[in-house]
């Protein structure tokens, strides 16, 4: 097939038909980031415990709707699972000396077998659905427009309540521990204790974006959270990024914050076009990755070629000085 042919194969009305699909992943996704946006970027500490606490909020939530829990309350379930997972990979950072990245993984390592278990109890289940016409979920991929309104009220809401926390004493230790751990620890600050704190916290986060994801596509899959942390890295620093383009002089915490809901939203509306080219979905977690490494060294590019810029400049004037003496 010839380029020009591709290309008319191609039918836009299906790009625009899936849009709103991809905005409301982007938001439940966005949920995610402002999880990892705390250990990443805040606590300065790479948490591999999402991938599997993610999982975890889709099997708590799905479960426990079957069950005859309502959604609303199923998700409150899920975000504590997901806090007591994030606590689990503290205790074993700051209590057993095990570096965070590995601690992550042991929590991750495990909590598969435990999401087998909470699907399918003592023999184990792979995955569980839930039927929206069944039950009365907060948001369904049959229902759209209502998903995308429900996820704006919760980024909204959650975004208002980060706001605030991290501006009290304790948010503010939290935030002081990942930039300077040893000026922290001199003023007194319990960082083993805030970086537990820190951790729980943005499981917790995780997990809500878990239970909600899972009530959207309407299962829940022992593999659905993997690769997730690739995915909210994606969220973190697209979001950064456009944040710092728009925002050239510094923006304050709060319009960061959302600008990560709008980093998983831009995502997963790419996502959306590159699946509307028909390139081959195998290639969908290399094509990940390329963008957040792409994203990733955008700022550092920019600062070499600042640095650069001004070596030059200094050079110039240092030979324009020489010149004239």
């Known amino acids: 097939m010839s380029i020009a042919a591709y290309f008319a194969s191609l039918n ?35 948490d591999l415990t999402v991938d599997g606490s993610f999982t975890t909020g889709g099997a708590v939530t799905v479960t426990l709707i079957l069950m005859g ?30 570096p965070a990245i590995l601690a992550g993984i042991l929590t991750q390592f495990a909590l598969y077998s435990v999401n087998l278990h909470i699907m399918g109890g003592w023999k184990g289940a792979a995955n569980k659905s839930v039927n929206p016409d069944q039950y009365a979920l907060l948001i369904s991929l049959r229902h759209v427009p209502k998903a995308i309104i429900v996820g704006a009220v919760a980024a909204a809401v959650i975004i208002a309540v980060l706001y605030w926390y991290f501006g009290t004493e304790q948010g503010s230790a939290i935030r002081a521990t990942g930039s300077n751990p040893a000026m922290s620890r001199a003023q007194g600050i319990n ?7 820190g951790l729980a916290i943005s499981n917790a986060l995780v997990a809500l974006s ?47 914050l959302i600008f990560l809901v709008i980093g998983g939203i831009v995502y997963y509306v790419v996502v959306g076009v590159v699946l509307w080219l028909r390139l081959p979905s195998n290639d ?17 590019l920019q600062k070499q070629a600042k640095s650069s810029f001004r070596q030059a400049g200094k050079a110039a004037l240092k030979e324009e000085g020489t010149t004239h003496a």
């Not at 790009?15 to 938001?27: D, E, M, N, T």
């Not at 975000?79 to 689990?88: D, E, M, S």
């Not at 456009?242 to 709060?254: E, I, Q, T, V």
Request: with cysteine; aromatic share 8%.
């Open 284 to 300: 969908l977690k290399l094509f990940t990755a390329a963008v957040v490494a792409v994203f990733l060294a955008v700022p550092y």
């Open 69 to 98: 829990c309502p959604a609303w309350a199923a998700l409150l379930v899920a975000i504590v699972a997901g806090l007591l997972a994030g606590l689990v990979t503290g205790l074993l950072h700051t209590k057993l000396g095990i």
């Open 191 to 197: 960082i083993n204790s805030m970086k537990v704190l």
């Open 210 to 256: 878990g239970g909600l994801m899972a009530q959207y596509q309407g299962f829940s899959d022992i593999n659905m959270g993997r690769g997730s942390i690739v995915i909210g890295l994606a969220a973190v620093i697209i979001g950064e990024t456009l944040c710092d383009a728009f925002f050239r002089k510094g923006s304050s915490f709060s319009t960061r």
């Open 12 to 46: 836009p009305a299906n790009l625009i038909k899936g849009i709103p699909g991809s905005v409301a992943q982007g938001i439940v996704w966005g949920l995610m980031a402002l999880g990892v946006y705390i250990t990443f970027r805040l606590l300065d500490i790479a």
